[in-house]
């Protein structure tokens, strides 16, 4: 079987992949326009990518691919539509990243608190400024509102938890004793839940998935239900927050923001980016790295050979987003 690696993994993956007889093509520095043809060229049944775009166009051409596996949790960067009607499945590997997000988020929200880019940014331009900055709330006994409770979102509980902090939890899917078991209040699985959720926090926390149900679900009325000076994270998808609006809430309500994901992000590991958000004060933000820790990829790597190797063996797609479009 021929595996065609369109992106970074981790080497133990690679040799995993080796070693149950793949012929392996790695050539990470493809571009999306440019997979349907590396498919060709390698003859690959399985396509892996990792942050990588795959576009109906690269499916279209991508001639007898039968699998593309997500080497992460999200997949709206694979036009799965597409994959579908091609008769591809296209799997993910869930949970693996779970713990550096959740450490991420935290990390994000204790910067916001303690204004640690800020800080940074002040003692590297030789200012020094105690005065300003021996100023901040702390966390313990405050309230967090985690929006989402996937792998993600009970992980960053856990860790709130150790912090003294209150938790309160929002999912479409979570009931009142979901949430008990989680040792979170239930903070609804509606709209209303959730803007009534708002208003009780200090801090929120967005893990849902990125998807046509959750565009731009952080809006101008999401924000409006924010508490003034109230801290926002989100380490999920840039396309989940309307930036206008979130930009605004930083002006209007002194809003302070940790930010892992953008509206419009590069889709180059490198180069030149204007992003107006990041330069507003109160803002820290990271390059969409949550799931970029060593002990993360490792784990997602382990899961990617896994993967591999059930439909080697067995013609099964495991962890497949679209299977039901598959029948």
């Not at 040799?15 to 149950?20: P, S, T």
């Not at 991420?104 to 929200?109: D, K, N, T, Y």
């Not at 309160?168 to 989680?182: E, F, G, N, P, Q």
């Not at 009325?221 to 206008?244: C, L, P």
Request: with cysteine; aromatic share 4%; glycine share 12%.
């Amino acid at each position: 079987m021929n595996v065609l690696i369109a992106d970074k993994l981790e080497q133990s993956g690679i040799d995993g992949i080796k070693a149950l007889g793949c012929k392996v093509t790695s050539d990470a520095a493809v571009a999306p326009e440019g997979i349907g043809a590396a498919v060709g060229t390698s003859g690959a049944q399985v396509l892996i990518v990792r942050g990588k775009k795959v576009p109906a166009a690269a499916i279209k051409e991508s001639k007898g691919l039968k699998l593309i596996v997500r080497a992460g949790a999200g997949y709206d960067t694979i036009d799965v539509p597409s994959a579908s009607a091609a008769g591809i499945a296209v799997c993910n590997c869930p949970g693996m990243n779970a713990v550096a997000v959740a450490e991420l988020a935290m990390g994000l929200l204790l910067a916001c608190d303690r204004r640690i880019p800020e800080e940074t940014a002040s003692l590297r331009a030789g200012m020094w400024n105690k005065k300003e900055f021996s100023k901040a709330r702390g966390l313990k006994g405050t309230t967090l509102g985690v929006i989402g409770t996937g792998s993600i979102g009970r992980e960053l509980i856990k860790r709130a938890k150790a912090f003294d902090m209150k938790v309160i939890a929002w999912s479409r899917s979570l009931t009142a004793a979901a949430a008990k078991d989680l040792g979170a209040e239930f903070g609804g699985n509606d709209r209303a839940g959730l803007l009534a959720m708002l208003a009780k926090c200090d801090s929120v926390s967005l893990h849902v998935a990125g998807n046509d149900g959750t565009k731009k679900l952080a809006d101008t009325q999401f924000f409006g239900a924010m508490k003034k000076g109230a801290y926002f994270i989100n380490t999920t998808r840039g396309s989940v927050v309307d930036e206008a609006a979130l930009r605004q809430a930083i002006q209007d309500k002194g809003i302070r923001a940790g930010l892992d994901v953008f509206e419009n992000e590069p889709a180059t590991p490198e180069g030149a980016w204007d992003c107006p958000t990041v330069k507003l004060p109160g803002v820290a933000a990271t390059h969409h790295v949550g799931a970029s820790t060593d002990q993360a990829q490792e784990a997602v790597a382990a899961e990617t050979v896994r993967i591999v190797k059930v439909f080697k063996e067995t013609g099964r797609f495991e962890n497949c987003v679209n299977a039901l479009a598959l029948k």
